[in-house]
């Protein structure tokens, strides 16, 4: 499985971006879709996911702000993310589980300005 991510970028406080990642190869075996992020000095954590049957799972700090969806057509998965904050700078990877591994994109950077 490879993953190809992209929309990264600057934002001031408030503003709007749209990340997105297109899985390709033996996509057919991934069950969860999603994105982590990593801060300068700080450990990646997980941001948002989304299985293969649609139920979506956020953590605490992006609730309310953070859509993540798919869409099959596309082959394409999405993270809108709205009401940025600085402290959502960071760079963010798209992963994909399977039953066998996990699978990584290669990281986007997202930088909200105050």
């Known amino acids: 499985v490879q993953l190809q991510a992209s929309g990264g970028g600057l934002v001031q406080a408030g503003g709007s971006l749209r990340l997105s990642c297109a899985p390709s190869?033996?996509?057919?075996?991934?069950?969860?879709i999603g994105w982590h992020r990593q801060a300068p000095g700080k450990q990646r954590d997980l941001v948002a996911t989304?299985?293969?049957?649609?139920?979506?799972n956020y953590v605490d700090s992006v609730k309310g702000r953070f859509t993540i969806s798919r869409d099959n057509a596309a082959n394409t998965m999405y993270l809108q993310m709205n009401s940025l904050k600085p402290e959502d700078t960071a760079v963010y990877y798209c992963?994909?589980?399977?039953?066998?591994?996990?699978?990584w994109g290669q990281g986007t950077q997202v930088t909200v300005s105050s």
């Open positions: 989304i299985t293969r049957g649609g139920n979506t």
């Open positions: 992963f994909a589980n399977t039953l066998q591994k996990t699978y």
């Open positions: 190869g033996n996509r057919f075996n991934i069950y969860m």
